[in-house]
């Protein structure tokens, strides 16, 4: 199996509020750091508008890709 599937990263849900409703994102990054900048580029990256409000922020944790998707 390949590394980077047991390397581990930091977890997070991030829910914004879109004109449809709530939408939640699952995102991972090598730091525990959950800036302003990420917030913008992510919501960028998922097609929202620049100043689509965020309800909140989930730290999931320090995990491998596979704990993440499997729970193991």
């Avoid at 509020?17 to 919501?43: C, F, H, Q, W």
């Amino acid at each position: 199996m390949l590394k980077i599937f047991h390397r581990k990263q930091h977890f997070f849900n991030v829910c914004f509020m879109t004109e449809n409703g709530p939408r939640s994102i699952i995102v991972r990054y090598p730091d525990k750091n959950m800036t302003p900048l990420r917030l913008g580029l992510l919501a960028r990256q998922e097609g929202l508008a620049d100043n689509v409000p965020v309800l909140s922020i989930s730290y999931l944790g320090k995990m491998s890709e596979r704990t993440a998707s499997y729970g193991i």
